[in-house]
Each structure stands twice: as structure tokens, then as C-alpha cells.
């Protein structure tokens, strides 16, 4: 009895951020950029990377502010969670992933608006301690002589696959395997590092920049450690908002909305055609 329990158990937390999902956005309840409207015929329901957070929260507000009557509703969380909520139904308009990776798990299954897919920003990723921290850490090379290191779950999270790339680059993943905390996006590592509960981090460049009165940069990782990192952004095949959520995706590409990226420290995406 008590194994069909845990069994149950397990299963149940694993379906729960999809059945979440779509019981926050059934309801409304999803994190908006604006005021609740009595309707959802001017929503449009956005999965987003979690590190895409405070950006996309200011272009929602403008786009609400230049767009009366409507309302960007958000889902933040990893990339990987966003993919598997889409795969298995989760009402949403636009999904905008950290990786090239979780989006084509959505493209495959023939849920991703090909002809409306494209290249929104691009990030770094860098190596934070905590401010103060006594660790004599000062290059990548140093992590060997760290304790407990954070980085992401590369399972579901981009910045974990990006940090595992990187790490085997260096020869410090089978080393430090044994040392490595995961976290189940990336805002949860930066927590771990301000909170000193570790080491060292592996996070995003615009992470640290959130955080940076709590944090000392280490390093940021050479290009050619790992995989490009951008973040695709595309209209789902499914939505029933295609004309206002195309506009709200040309909006983000648009000067006004790569400047608010920008000004969060990402790269410039892909020229609007």
C-alpha cells in the first residue's frame, strides 16, 4: 500500500506545474503585467524563461499602456517546465525559451508557428560567489577547491546545460560532479549564492546584474564553451490570439522592445524582417 502511495505521490508532483498552469490560466491567476479584465478576449497568455522576468514584465506594461483593453498574462519558470506544460496542452499564445533546445522539443510535436519563430536575445553566463565570500575563488580553474557550486538542472533549465557545456570545456565536470547543487531555474542558484549557501554559481550575465550588490563576478564564460545562448521566441500553433499576439511578439523585436532587453544586459536579437 505505502509503495502505490509514494507512487501516486511521485506522479502527482510531476504533473503539477502543467495542472497549475492551466488551472492559474482557466482562472486568470497567472502573473499579468497589468489589471485583471472580466474577459479574456484582449489576454494574451505568454510562457516565458524565468530570466526573461523583469524584462518581459516592463514590455508588458507598455504594450498594455499603447494597447488598451488588453493584458499580457505571464507564466515564468525554466525552460524545460514551459516546454513540457506546452507539450501536454497548456493553453498558451507565445512561448519564449532560453534555448534553442526546448523550443524545438515544441516544434517537434508541431506546436510552434514555424513562419513566426525567431531569434529575440542572447545572454551570457558567468561565475558569481557570495559577496564577502572567504573562498579564495578567482578564476574558473579555482572551482576545484569549492565545496558545494550551483548551477542549474541542465534537465530543464538552458543555464544547467550551458553550465554543464562550459564545465566539461574546462575538465571540471566529472571532478566536480559529486559537488554540484542543482537548481530548478536560475534565479533559484542566484538565491543560492546570495544566500550563501554555496560557493560559487553558475548563472546568467543579466542574473548577476539583478543581484550584483550581493555577488562578486568571478568570470564569464568564453563563447566557445558552450552553446550560443538565445532565446527564441515564437507564436504556439494552437493560439487563438494570433493577430494580437503577433503583435505583442513584433512589439519585443521592435527598437522600443529590444531596448528595454538591452537595458536589462542582453544581447540584440535577430533584425526584424
Not at 113 to 141: C, D, E, F, W, Y
Not at 215 to 220: D, P, S
Not at 236 to 261: D, M, N, V, Y
Request: with cysteine; aromatic share 6%.
Amino acid at each position: 500500500m505505502s509503495t502505490n502511495r509514494t507512487g501516486m505521490a511521485v506522479e502527482i508532483r510531476r504533473l503539477l506545474p502543467t495542472i497549475l498552469v492551466s488551472l492559474l490560466i482557466g482562472s486568470g491567476g497567472a502573473v499579468g503585467a497589468g489589471c485583471k479584465s472580466k474577459s479574456d478576449k484582449g489576454v494574451v497568455l505568454v510562457s516565458a524563461a524565468i530570466s526573461l522576468r523583469d524584462a518581459f514584465g516592463e514590455a508588458g506594461r507598455r504594450f498594455e499602456q499603447q494597447n488598451p483593453g488588453t493584458r499580457i498574462q505571464f507564466n515564468f519558470a525554466s525552460s524545460g517546465t514551459l516546454a513540457t506544460q506546452i507539450i501536454r496542452g497548456a493553453p498558451v499564445d507565445i512561448f519564449a525559451s532560453a534555448s534553442t533546445h526546448h523550443m524545438d522539443r515544441v516544434a517537434k510535436k508541431g506546436l510552434v508557428q514555424s513562419a513566426h519563430r525567431t531569434i529575440l536575445a542572447r545572454n551570457t553566463l558567468v561565475v558569481v560567489v557570495p559577496r564577502g565570500h572567504r573562498k579564495p575563488i578567482r578564476s574558473v580553474a579555482d572551482l576545484r577547491g569549492a565545496a558545494k557550486i550551483a548551477i542549474g538542472n541542465p534537465k530543464t533549465v538552458p543555464a544547467g546545460r550551458y553550465a554543464r557545456a562550459m564545465l566539461r570545456h574546462h575538465k571540471l565536470w566529472s571532478p566536480l560532479r559529486q559537488r554540484l547543487i542543482f537548481g530548478e531555474h536560475v534565479r533559484q542558484v542566484l538565491d543560492y549564492v546570495v544566500r550563501n549557501e554555496v560557493d560559487a554559481g553558475l548563472v546568467y550575465g543579466t542574473d548577476y546584474r539583478q543581484r550584483r550588490a550581493k555577488l562578486t563576478l568571478v568570470a564569464t564564460a568564453s563563447p566557445g564553451s558552450h552553446p550560443p545562448i538565445v532565446y527564441p521566441v515564437a507564436l504556439l500553433a494552437p493560439s487563438r490570439k494570433r493577430k494580437l499576439a503577433l503583435r505583442f511578439i513584433r512589439f519585443l523585436r521592435s527598437p522600443q522592445g529590444q531596448k528595454i532587453l538591452i537595458q536589462r544586459g542582453f544581447g540584440p536579437g535577430s533584425a526584424p524582417r
